[in-house]
T-cell receptor, first 112, second 115 residues
Framework: QKEVEQNSGPLSVPEGAIASLNCTYSDRGSQSFFWYRQYSGKSPELIMSIYSNGDKEDGRFTAQLNKASQYVSLLIRDSQPSDSATYLCAGAFSGGYNKLIFGAGTRLAVHP | ETGVTQSPTHLIKTRGQQVTLRCSSQSGHNTVSWYQQALGQGPQFIFQYYREEENGRGNFPPRFSGLQFPNYSSELNVNALELDDSALYLC??????????????FGSGTRLTVV
């Protein structure tokens, strides 16, 4: 059973702080990982992807992948109230077809 | 503008009824995947269609079925609706193996409520 685990939160951070979101996965065959942001009542929006060990930065977002520890994280610098949302971690698995397996999401609240 | 459109946006059905949800793929995408997202959960994979054939299925009963058309648009059909089928249904399109490299772009979803 392939699984992706996230702490459901809520994670509460003050405006301007760094928010750190974490995710672990069970299948070492996972090839790539994605972070989605989902506002209440909306569909998930892809914000970051990462395929190799190490860090990948895009603006205020940094994704980190450690395949040995089966760990993925997302850092949000200079957090803004508009970042308040649920963040979903997903791993891509192949095996005849491709699918994403999602964690349950971490709710982030950025307070002024 | 995601390029993936779903209809309807909201739907209320009675337990035992049947429902059809629709998805238009992003241009050039030949693979469509459907996900169910219950409240407070992450999206769960229902099935995937590639070139009009189902080529992968998650842990959903046979009353969840689908179709993909020659223009790569897709339908999700659910028979004998149950209260637990109430969820946000998401459609995503991709170009073949593209999901592994680029992830999915989801449509805006259909909110199904079963009463």
């Amino acid at each position: 059973q392939k699984e992706v685990e996230q702490n459901s939160g809520p994670l509460s951070v003050p405006e301007g702080a760094i928010a750190s979101l974490n995710c672990t996965y069970s299948d070492r065959g996972s090839q790539s990982f994605f972070w989605y942001r989902q506002y209440s009542g909306k569909s998930p929006e892809l914000i970051m992807s990462i395929y190799s060990n190490g860090d990948k930065e895009d603006g205020r977002f940094t994704a980190q992948l450690n395949k040995a520890s089966q760990y993925v994280s997302l850092l949000i610098r200079d957090s803004q109230p508009s970042d308040s949302a649920t963040y979903l971690c997903a791993g891509a698995f192949s095996g005849g077809y491709n699918k994403l397996i999602f964690g349950a999401g971490t709710r982030l609240a950025v307070h002024p | 503008e995601t390029g993936v459109t779903q209809s309807p946006t909201h739907l209320i059905k009675t337990r035992g009824q049947q429902v059809t949800l629709r998805c238009s793929s992003q241009s050039g995408h030949n693979t469509v995947s459907w996900y169910q997202q219950a409240l407070g959960q992450g999206p769960q994979f229902i099935f995937q269609y590639y070139r009009e054939e189902e080529n992968g299925r998650g842990n959903f009963p046979p009353r969840f079925s689908g179709l993909q058309f020659p223009n790569y648009s897709s339908e999700l059909n659910v028979n004998a609706l149950e209260l637990d089928d109430s969820a946000l249904y998401l459609c995503a399109s991709s170009a073949g193996q593209g999901a592994l490299n680029y992830g999915y772009t989801f449509g805006s979803g259909t909110r199904l409520t079963v009463v």
